[in-house]
């Protein structure tokens, strides 16, 4: 096995939010960084959440520090990142089941803690979203909105290349060089190639999000984290066009937020022991439904496209008593292990949001700038991410390119989410997709109501010409494995008719389950 | 009949069903299809931004794919909803503004029949007109009559509402509708003796546009303002159990379906009309077969074409015409095998649609070539004036017919 | 008040139609929309690739093809070869046949009748052959076909780049956009001119299902002619040329034999109050404006599986048959609908209607619901069409069946 070596100042384990933001603001600082993803960019939590840009709103009253955190963030991304932000706006209101005196104590709290908040009237709300329960009694507009995190990976990760970090993908620790006292270097292995790597660093920021513990313990440290599952559910439709919050103490299933053409409705939230465990149990489905039929009393009535869970990591110094993993605060805690556990030159960050990536990273690479003696001021807050155009995203964007004069010389591959050829090629070739779930994630192929029933055949022929190596099949049964995932946990409905139009051609028209298995 | 559109996006499952039938994508590339224009789009549609697709407007309206879908996904309401929304946007020029006025156009068009007719037969006036207004020269502007229907049957509607309806006869309100009215009141008179001769007490209520070709042309607010007149008009007749008859399809579609569907009216009256409205043949075949079935139908020893308008396929009542027209002796019965003859209402009608409306009508032409038959028959006064003008062949509403085997014509 | 009404317009309605009202019935057929056919191959799957008078002995006595006595298929096939050879649609196989034939993926499709321009590709037939791939035209891939095929047994096919004529369209183009180009005589023409070169030496060249819709027979023969070779088609993405021909064809027979075809509305079923619940009087169906009644002699519901709503299956555990309300058997615990694999056996596939050998849906103890209620296709339970490959053999045999049944007749 040929095995190469890199050196680096700091070393990143971990392509989400926070890994990517620490990578992008230790950049702007001048600092020599590289960072690892074991999987592909969106795979891990940052890619599997709901989606929302908090106003800060759910926290006033429970975690006002986090509110008003949330509140200044929000800010801040908006201007640095508006391409991955939708201006949906949110509202808090309260439903039947929901204690109606809340809403005054929520509102003050809201105000100490730099929320802003404007009550609506019945009437308005209701033109404006006509779905929503009829029979709420309070509503209050606030500045939630939907954060795309594929679309803001991306970014980060264009940016942290732009300014000369490495980003390696598909690049996973294996193990942890520890020399007196001293986490020195790390060993990675391409999980496309074979090949290995030794990355020596002055300082490791374990990222990892699920796998922190996994990583810490490879340099012989017990982080005390625990790993909470939520599910969630996007609808075919946009529902909603604004984030819909519920006027009560944070609960299951608690909002509505739309993303893109669909809207996410969720979470479940319990404690699991696998990072990797995305599995959909039948009763958080019907449980995250029913819950979403308390602010949309129609949504039986529509169809839910897919499921699909997150793992988070909460870090739990004190294992006493089995508290519900929702209470556990969802302040993010960087440890510095020299001081904990006696081990130099690795930093953990465990928890957090997405909403507050960009803090968590700035004081993550506050710490990591100490340790190395480096002065270096912040510079994530004022600077923009990624490349123009700078507004934020709308939804009607992808059909506009698609149909201007230079968006009808391409072809569409995928029809429901406008993904075109040209974007397909650019992620085969260019963005080192290797597989069609990668392509997903880039372009948003096969995310639509009929689940690659159509674009898988034809996107599995563009990477039969264009990925060498490509399987026979160009990869088409592995990215129908892959979409069953998410849509065998709501097989009823239209649901369950979808899945079988999609019987029909790929098993009737295209005979894939005649084709033999394919090489290892 | 189908879901309402607000269900319409989800319940799609991308299955190009309704595609493979549309029959404006068969002919050009400028149309990406029902599917695409329709329940694919509705996904980045947002209500409070500017819509982003031009595409949409080359749908027109004819409402097979609503028709042939197997979930009901509403796919013509979604269309016909976003056709509308863009040109609002873009804004609604004098020309569509006229042409979905045919009551308008009739009133002033009957008090100058001869001149107006002259001029509007006129190559070089319909030339200027394409050139000013965009009204396709090659498309067929029907001939005003100088009576209306109304006009002609004051006597009846001067006696109404009639006392002593007999016990025997049944009440029948009759929508004429505007083509009636203005340009052809020769078929009403016609449908009114058929109905007679049924045995049927017939009924002019106070009417006016059905207001389609305002909807179709993203006139929302007007095409409201018609119908809420048409339901106060109507209403009394269907509340008092009176059916609600109608020999153009387009015209009951309207009342039938479109209100609701399209136009968003809701309430009891709204619904009532629609349960109480019937088209011509339909009524027939539903409470007067027996009536039918006493009269003596002379031979008709001739060879028809029966264009059933896409509207009425939109009624999802199937060909009713044809159970009567059966009964016709010695009359032989082609079957169109087109779904929309072109003109769709007004889209034919318009400089720029002229030449897709035209493909899309050319299998049926073909066909007509090919079959050669005495007359075509269709139940849409559009279609007929459309059929007759690119084929030269006499176009006659199938109850003509019926009124001549019935020795009425 | 018509003889016979039939729910559903797929291949098992539209053939069940034909086959009365040719015989002479009063025949309506109501539909919410159309069917599944433009969805499919446009063959007939009899058991994939086993169909033998043994094999079908040996199904389990719940098997539609068991209920309906598969010694009847060849009665029912016959009927249908009639049918489409009036139509001008040339079938090949037989109900004993197996024709191996590639498809857009370079699998292999078993299948028992094929349209001519398909089955001339069937492996053990074919020796050597090219691919033509489509320049610009996204739903057929001849790397895809030639990669997998060589796989599966077929001989390794060369693949030939074609160019498609015209302007740069401003949209794709679907598989239906192609064949309406290729009916036209002067673009199909031209085209042929260009692709001369490229094909110069070739004897059989295999190409998406694109040969025209309306003038396929025309097509094929016109292109062989100034091309020299002979030409067969494989099946790509819906819709799918050899579905809508057949589909076509049906509704044209069905219409010109006198069928009254009442598409866009949702049936449900009435009940005849007189009757003690013993028979069905009709259905109403949800038209523009309001219910209309359609009273009938019979009933025959051909309104398919789970795809097009024949079964309606809730969250809640309960899958409905949705028109009368007939129980269906099948698990009340969702989980339990599906299974891991997507390419393999799934069980809500087989769920359906009981039915006994005269096509009557049956409760468990083997009463019929009602005298003049039958079932027909996809919405007969026993068996998961895709997996063994009996969609159209059951669609066609129950049809064949029910009809017999319903008028009291043999065909």
Redesign the interface.
């Known amino acids: 096995m040929p095995t190469s070596s890199l050196s680096t100042q700091l070393l990143i384990i971990g392509g989400g939010a926070t890994g990517l933001g620490a990578a992008w603001d230790a950049c702007l600082r001048g600092l020599k960084v590289i960072l690892v993803e074991q999987s592909d960019l969106g795979q891990g939590t940052s890619g599997r959440y709901h989606g929302l840009l908090h106003s800060g709103g759910r926290y006033v009253l429970s975690d006002p520090i986090s509110a008003r955190d949330c509140a200044a963030e929000n800010a801040i991304l908006r201007r640095i990142a508006p391409q991955a932000i939708e201006d949906t706006g949110g509202l808090f209101v309260t439903t039947p089941a929901d204690p109606p005196e809340f809403a005054d104590r929520w509102r003050s709290a809201c105000a100490s803690s730099g929320v802003p908040t404007d009550e609506w009237t019945i009437s308005k709300t209701l033109k404006h979203e006509p779905l929503l329960n009829p029979r709420i009694s309070r509503a209050f507009k606030v500045a939630d909105a939907a954060l795309d995190s594929f679309d803001l990976l991306h970014l980060l990760a264009e940016a942290v290349r732009k300014a000369g970090g490495q980003v390696l993908l598909q690049h996973q620790v294996k193990g942890l060089g520890v020399s007196a006292g001293r986490v020195t270097s790390a060993s990675v292995i391409n999980t496309r190639s074979g090949e290995t790597r030794t990355i020596g660093a002055e300082i490791v920021i374990n990222a990892a999000g699920p796998w922190t513990q996994h990583v810490a313990s490879l340099a012989g440290i017990n982080l005390p984290v625990v790993l909470s599952k939520g599910s969630m559910i996007a609808m075919t439709t946009r529902l909603v066009h604004t984030v819909i919050n519920r006027c009560r103490p944070s609960q299951d299933g608690d909002i509505i937020v739309p993303v893109g053409t669909v809207v996410v409705l969720g979470t479940t939230d319990f404690e699991v022991d696998d990072p990797a465990d995305h599995s959909i149990q039948g009763w958080e489905v019907d449980r995250i439904m029913a819950e979403g039929e308390v602010l949309i009393p129609s949504l039986a009535d529509h169809r839910p496209l897919r499921a699909w869970a997150g793992v988070r990591a909460l870090y739990r110094p004190t294992k006493s008593v089995r508290d519900a993993t929702r209470d556990l605060p969802r302040a993010h805690a960087i440890l510095d292990h020299a001081v904990s556990d006696g081990i130099q030159g690795i930093l953990s960050v465990v928890g957090g949001k997405l909403t507050t990536f960009r803090l968590m990273a700035q004081a993550t690479v506050d710490t990591a700038c100490q340790k190395l003696g480096i002065t270096a001021a912040c510079y994530t807050a004022e600077t923009r991410i990624g490349s123009p155009p700078r507004r934020f995203h709308e939804l009607p964007n992808r059909l506009a390119d698609v149909e201007s004069a230079s968006g009808r010389e391409t072809s569409i591959v995928c029809e429901c989410e406008l993904a075109t050829r040209l974007g397909l090629e650019h992620s085969l070739a260019e963005d080192h997709a290797q597989a069609l779930d990668d392509s997903r994630r880039d372009i948003r192929l096969g995310m639509g109501p009929c689940q690659a029933a159509f674009c898988g055949y034809r996107a599995a022929a563009w990477a039969a010409a264009l990925i060498s190596g490509s399987p026979p099949d160009g990869g088409y049964r592995a990215f129908l494995k892959e979409r069953w995932r998410g849509v065998r946990p709501l097989a009823w409905g239209k649901t369950l008719s979808q899945i079988e139009l999609g019987r029909r051609i790929s098993i009737e028209l295209l005979g894939a389950d005649s084709l033999p298995e394919d090489p290892p | 009949m189908t879901d309402l559109p607000g269900l319409a996006a989800d319940m799609c499952l991308k299955c190009n069903i309704c595609t493979a039938a549309c029959p404006v994508a068969a002919v050009t590339d400028l149309f990406p299809g029902p599917k695409a224009v329709g329940p694919q789009e509705e996904r980045f549609r947002h209500p409070r931004l500017p819509t982003a697709d031009d595409s949409v407007a080359w749908c027109s309206g004819c409402g097979v794919c609503s028709r042939v879908c197997p979930h009901g996904v509403a796919v013509t309401e979604i269309n016909v909803r976003a056709k509308a929304a863009l040109a609002q946007q873009n804004g609604i020029g004098l020309r569509d503004r006229l042409i979905s006025r045919p009551a308008l156009l009739g009133r002033m068009g009957v008090r100058v029949a001869p001149l107006a007719n002259a001029g509007l037969s006129n190559p070089l006036v319909r030339r200027i007109i394409e050139g000013i207004l965009g009204v396709s020269r090659e498309s067929p502007l029907p001939p005003f009559s100088s009576d209306t229907l109304r006009r002609r049957q004051a006597d009846r509607i001067a006696a109404q509402p009639s006392d002593t309806v007999p016990a025997t006869k049944l009440s029948v309100a009759y929508f004429h509708g505007c083509s009636t009215e203005y340009y052809e009141p020769r078929i009403g008179e016609l449908a009114i003796a058929v109905l007679e001769r049924l045995d049927c007490q017939v009924i002019l209520p106070p009417q006016g546009c059905c207001g389609l070709p305002l909807q179709s042309n993203g006139l929302f607010d007007a095409a409201r303002r018609y119908a809420r007149s048409n339901i106060e008009s109507l209403g009394p007749f269907a509340s008092a159990g009176i059916p609600i008859v109608g020999t153009s399809t387009s015209c009951t579609l309207a009342l039938k379906h479109e209100y609701r569907a399209i136009l968003g009216l809701e309430g009891e009256s709204v619904a009532g009309v629609a349960g109480a409205t019937l088209d011509f043949f339909e009524f027939i075949t539903l409470h007067r077969i027996a009536q039918l079935n006493r009269q003596h139908l002379r031979s008709t020893p001739l060879t028809v074409l029966y264009h059933p308008p896409c509207q009425l396929r939109g009624h999802g009542i199937g060909t009713p015409a044809m159970d009567v027209l059966r009964m016709i002796p010695d009359l032989e019965i082609v079957l169109s095998e087109a779904e929309c003859c072109g003109i769709a209402g007004t889209y034919g009608l318009k400089r720029e649609k002229a030449t897709v409306a035209h493909a899309v009508g050319r299998p049926l032409f073909d066909q007509a070539h090919d079959v050669h038959p005495d007359s075509i028959l269709s139940d849409s006064e559009t279609c007929r004036w459309w059929i007759q003008n690119h084929t030269g062949l006499k176009s006659l509403h199938p109850l003509q017919l019926l009124a001549q085997a019935m020795n009425l014509e | 008040m018509t003889d016979l009404l039939i729910v559903g317009e797929g291949l098992c309605g539209l053939f069940a139609a034909v086959l009365a009202s040719q015989h002479g019935a009063d025949t309506?057929l109501v539909?919410?929309?159309?069917?599944?056919l433009?969805?499919?191959?446009g063959c007939i799957?009899i058991l994939r690739d086993r169909a033998s008078a043994t094999t079908l002995r040996t199904l389990p006595q719940g098997h539609p093809y068991k209920l309906a006595g598969g010694e009847n298929l060849d009665r029912a096939l016959k009927k249908f070869l009639v049918i489409t050879s009036g139509g001008g649609l040339a079938y090949r196989g037989g109900v004993e046949e197996i024709l191996r034939l590639p498809?857009?993926?370079?699998?292999?499709?078993?299948t028992s009748f094929a349209p001519e321009s398909l089955a001339r590709a069937s492996l053990g037939e074919i020796k050597s052959f090219t691919v033509g791939a489509l320049e610009?035209f996204?739903?057929?891939?001849a790397?895809?076909v030639r990669?997998?095929l060589a796989?599966?047994g077929f001989p390794v096919p060369t693949v030939v780049s074609l160019p498609l004529l015209g302007d740069?369209?401003?949209?794709?183009?679907?598989a239906?956009?192609l064949a309406?180009r290729f009916d036209d005589s002067e673009w199909r023409s031209e085209l042929a001119r260009a692709w001369k070169p490229r094909v110069g030496g070739l004897r059989l060249l295999g190409v998406p299902a694109v040969l025209g819709l309306w003038k396929h027979a025309e097509v094929i023969a016109s292109l062989e002619d100034k091309l020299d070779l002979t030409l067969f088609e494989i099946?790509?993405?819906?819709?799918?040329l050899p579905g809508?021909r057949l589909e076509r064809l049906l509704r044209?027979t069905a219409?010109?034999s006198g069928v009254?075809?009442?598409?866009?509305?949702?049936a449900l079923g009435l009940v005849d109050g007189r009757s003690g619940g013993e028979r069905v009087a009709g259905v109403v169906?949800?038209?523009?404006?309001?219910p209309?009644t359609f009273p009938s002699d019979a009933v025959l519901l051909a309104t398919g599986?789970?795809?097009?709503?024949g079964l309606?299956?809730?969250?809640n555990g309960r899958i409905l048959e949705s028109v009368f309300d007939i129980p269906v058997q099948h698990s009340e615990s969702?989980?339990e609908?599906?299974s891991e694999?997507?390419?393999?056996a799934?069980p809500?596939?087989s769920y359906g209607l009981r039915v006994n050998s005269e096509m009557r849906p049956v409760s468990d103890e083997g009463a019929p619901y009602f005298a003049n209620l039958y079932a027909a296709g996809g919405i007969i339970g026993g068996s998961d069409?895709?997996?063994e490959?009996t969609?159209q053999g059951i669609d066609l045999l129950t049809a064949f069946r029910a009809v017999e049944s319903a008028l009291g007749v043999a065909l």
């Open positions: 309506t539909a919410q929309g159309r069917g599944g433009s969805l499919s191959h799957d498809t857009a993926l370079g699998g292999v499709h078993a610009g996204r739903d057929f891939s790397e895809l990669r997998n796989r599966s740069v369209p401003r949209r794709d183009l679907y239906h956009d309406l099946p790509t993405l819906p819709p799918t809508l044209r219409l010109v009254r075809l009442i598409e866009g509305s949702r169906v949800q038209a523009a404006g309001g209309r599986g789970t795809l097009h709503g309606i299956a809730r969250q969702r989980g609908w599906t694999r997507p390419l393999g799934q809500f596939a069409r895709a997996v490959g969609r």
